[in-house]
């Protein structure tokens, strides 16, 4: 063999041998740069997981988006509360005890949710639906009312000498106004024929005169008819939100803060909370609320 021949051969094969490791090379690339992006991609997820979980903990994902959820609720229940507590009032009547009212009923374990003592003293809740001092209630809480006080919700809890301006026994309702020299803060009203079973939903009133007490619980049935000594109230929202004595009158409020119902009433064979409330749609309220806004307050008493 000649030596040009030879040497042709090894060039052969040095190329040959070259083009394999050039090739080798990319693959090798191609795999560091796939690994790469795949390594970036999951950081860049666990830096997005971390800033929506907080301290994101990878042997307890479950826990930690269990965490977060609560989290979540917990402002968005907070929030709706803010919204609506300061317009919730406590209501104190001294009413007539030598007359007999609806507002002591009982029938079946059903009663009314106001309170009231041997003095002729009765309390419940009010919601402020205008600014100028106009609070809805129930009607068997201002019953035969010689005089109604209520109390705001602020620091130093001042408390107004109030007068009815319209009640409806049939319907439970009263709207009662009074004074206070200033802007009181007025509650969103709602649609209540939107209101579905499952909705979560908040109950905010005075339940055994615990001024402006929250509890939480969802829709039960949203068309409850139920008789409550001896009269019928239809298509009644039924809660498992926790309402007590005290609570008549008060808010029942969506997650979005605006009031849905008036909670009024509560099954208590033992006389307290046993998961079963029921509240007025807010929706039956609106007439009796565009009929009122236009009139004079009476004096406490009139209906």
Sequence with gaps: MKAEDVLGDKAYIWAVILLLLEIAILIYSAMFMSERLRADKSQDASKTLERVLGSFNPAQPAAAAASFMLVCEQESYSGAISVVRPSVVYIEVQYDPTVTTSAAGVAGGLAFDAAKNDSGRRYGSGVVIDSTGYIL???????????????????????FNASI???????????????????????????SSKVEVGDVVIAIGSPFGMEHTATLGIISDERRSVVIDGRLYAAMLQTDAAINTGNSGGALVNIQGEVIGINTAIYAPTGVFTGVGFAIPVDRAKALLAESLVLEPKAAGGV
Excluded: M, Q, W
Excluded at 137 to 159: K, L, M, P, Q
Excluded at 169 to 190: F, S, V
């Design 137 to 159: 209630t129930n009607y068997h809480v201002v019953a035969d009312a010689v005089e109604i006080e209520v109390t705001t919700f602020s620091s130093d809890s001042r408390t």
């Design 165 to 191: 301006v319209r009640c409806s026994e049939r319907e439970d309702l009263a709207l009662i106004k009074t004074d206070a020299g200033y802007n009181l803060p007025e509650a969103t009203l709602g649609d």
